[in-house]
Structure formats: C-alpha cells, structure tokens
C-alpha cells in the first residue's frame, strides 16, 4: 500500500523553480521592513481591526501608541507607553513584565502587547504581568510569533526564546485569564515563506493571498485574554 502511495505521489510531483531565491541569503533581513509592509505586520493589524471595539478607555501599549491610536480612536480616554528601559523617550512607565512592582496594579481597561512575549525568557511571569496590569473585565490583546526568523535587534537587546503554536499560547493565557482566552492563528505556507525571506506585502503578486488560513502554517498567533 505504501509502495502504491509514493508511486502516486512521485506522478504527481510538482516541478519546482527557485528563480531568484536559489540562494542561502534571505532577500531581506529585517523582515522586509526595508522594501515595504512585514507580513506579519499585516496579521497583526488585521487581528487588532478586527478587535477595535475592546481598544477602549485607559489602554497601554508596549513600545508606542501607534496601535492606540490607529485602531482604539475617540474609544480612548488616556493612552500609557510601557517600555522595559528609560532609553525610550515616549515611555509613561518603565516597568519589566516579569516584576510587578515595577508595574501600577489594576489599572488598565486594554493592553496591546504586540511581538513582546517571544522576547521575554520567564514567560510565564509576563503573562502574570500582563493579568497584574488590567483592571478587573480588562482585556489583553497579544500577538505572538509562530514561524519566523530571528529580530537580531531584539536577540542582542532582549534575547529572543520563543516560538508560539495555538496550543501552546492557550496552556500560557488560560491558567491566568480565567475571564476567557481565546487563541487564533494566521498564516499559510506562501506567507510563511515569503516572509522567511524578508519580503514585503508589496512583494507579493496579491496581497489577498495572505488571507486563506492553514493552521499547518502559524506565522502570527493571536491571543485575546480577559481578566477575570
């Protein structure tokens, strides 16, 4: 039977041409942030659309506003920057994830926490963080890498030690955020190569080709997590 399955299979086999990417050298590698749009960046902006209407009241954000603002609008009351070390000029609070006391307790309706937790070795405890954050009914809205190559910016900063699945994201929010978790996936093996290679959404022949979902291919985990 077996022998029978490879005899199809090698009738079948698709004759692939590497043009271009016959090489060990990514096209791109800062995530093709110098040709145009990251992929990934597509995902997380259409995950954050998509959940606009939690982007209300007091809300923080890792690093910038820019989600803040872009997606949270009039819905916003007060927006805080949280960064983990003063050199960011913008940041309203310098506090790591891991350490609550370095963290205001209960204070915020929303967290945009964007591409953080792959960088945070105690992951465990930045969840704790991020639950210590919120106001009682807040919601964490996170994004989390799947496939993807290295930042080397945040790898000599930071450190980089994760890579996330949809079940492995929810055995990490779940435990804490017992208001609700729910976990999602985006991606599809065109957008996890071409973005392995460092190309930009501009490169591609149709952007809406990133759209058909493959759960074989995570290049984005989404998280959405309630504080009970």
Same mark, same amino acid.
């Given at each position: +039977?077996?022998?029978?399955? +490879? ?17 060990? &050298? ?41 989600? &803040? ?39 915020? %309706? ?30 964490? !809205?996170?994004? !989390? ?8 910016? %945040? ?40 973005? !392995?290679?460092g190309l930009a959404i501009e490169d591609l022949p149709d952007p809406a080709l990133l759209d058909e979902h493959d759960p074989d291919y995570q290049l984005v985990i989404t998280v959405v997590a309630c504080?009970?």
């Amino acid at each position: +039977m077996l022998l029978k399955l +490879m005899r199809y299979l090698n009738r079948k086999k698709v004759v692939v041409e590497f043009g271009s990417l016959h090489t060990t &050298t990514p096209v791109s590698r800062v995530f093709g942030l110098d040709r145009g749009t990251p992929i990934n960046r597509y995902y997380i902006e259409k995950f954050l659309s998509a959940r606009a209407g939690l982007i209300h009241g007091r809300v923080l954000e890792v690093g910038g506003s820019d989600y &803040t603002r872009q997606f949270g609008g009039r819905r916003v009351q007060h927006c805080e920057i949280l960064h983990a070390t003063p050199e960011n000029k913008a940041a309203t609070i310098v506090g790591d994830l891991t350490d609550p006391a370095t963290l205001p307790a209960e204070t915020f %309706d929303c967290f945009i926490c964007t591409q953080t937790f792959d960088c945070i070795y105690d992951v465990q405890q930045a969840v704790l963080g991020a639950h210590h954050l919120l106001k009682p009914g807040g919601v964490l !809205l996170a994004t !989390l890498s799947g496939i993807s190559q290295i930042s080397r910016y %945040d790898m000599e900063r930071w450190g980089e030690y994760w890579r996330f699945t949809t079940p492995s994201a929810l055995r990490l929010f779940q435990p804490v955020f017992t208001g609700g978790v729910e976990v999602e996936s985006f991606g599809n093996v065109l957008a996890a190569t071409a973005f !392995l290679q460092g190309l930009a959404i501009e490169d591609l022949p149709d952007p809406a080709l990133l759209d058909e979902h493959d759960p074989d291919y995570q290049l984005v985990i989404t998280v959405v997590a309630c504080k009970g």
